[in-house]
């Protein structure tokens, strides 16, 4: 007989603009670096064209980053034996852990700051989850995770 499963979730970052605007932007900053460019060649100063360049070239970048980075995910499971995660990134292995729910400990501060962290401790060792998470959402799933573990251990025990 198959454990009961306390808490499923998957973690995942809030999703960048659909890939149209994302290049309507792009395009939009490259025709305005484009008109500045042609001012300044106008006026003598052609050395500053590879910059307006490189700042459209960057932009781009940073879009293709943000829109791999969204694709990355944190599953956690958790049942009365047992908590799993798994850290998929985007490209590349996922990095799993399993841990005992008895002795877990969700931390996290109290208040919650913009830049607090859901930390998990077991046994001397801590485990960062949900960074890329919202603080409400932070917040949010921290107490959903505690609930669960102490409904894990009262599973346990009964």
């Not at 460019?37 to 052609?46: D, E, N, T």
């Not at 943000?66 to 990355?72: E, G, I, M, Q, V």
């Not at 930390?119 to 603080?135: D, Q």
Request: charged share 20%; proline share 9%; hydrophobic share 50%.
């Amino acid at each position: 007989m198959s454990e009961p499963i306390i808490l499923e979730a998957v973690l995942r970052p809030s999703p960048p603009l659909p890939p149209r605007v994302l290049l309507w932007i792009l395009g939009f900053v490259a025709f305005i670096n484009l008109l500045f460019a042609g001012y300044f060649v106008w006026h003598g100063a052609w050395p500053v064209m590879p910059f307006l360049g490189l700042d459209v070239a960057l932009l781009a970048w940073a879009f293709r980053k943000s829109t791999l980075n969204a694709k990355r995910e944190e599953r956690v499971t958790l049942t009365p034996e047992e908590l799993h995660i798994a850290c998929v990134p985007p490209k590349g292995a996922a990095k799993e852990v399993s841990l005992n729910p008895y002795w877990v400990r969700v931390d996290m501060d109290d208040p919650a700051e913009h830049w607090s962290q859901i930390t998990l401790w077991s046994r001397g060792r801590g485990w960062r989850i949900g960074a890329f998470l919202a603080p409400a959402e932070r917040v949010r799933f921290a107490a959903e995770l505690k609930d669960a573990l102490r409904a894990a251990r009262d599973y346990r025990w009964a």
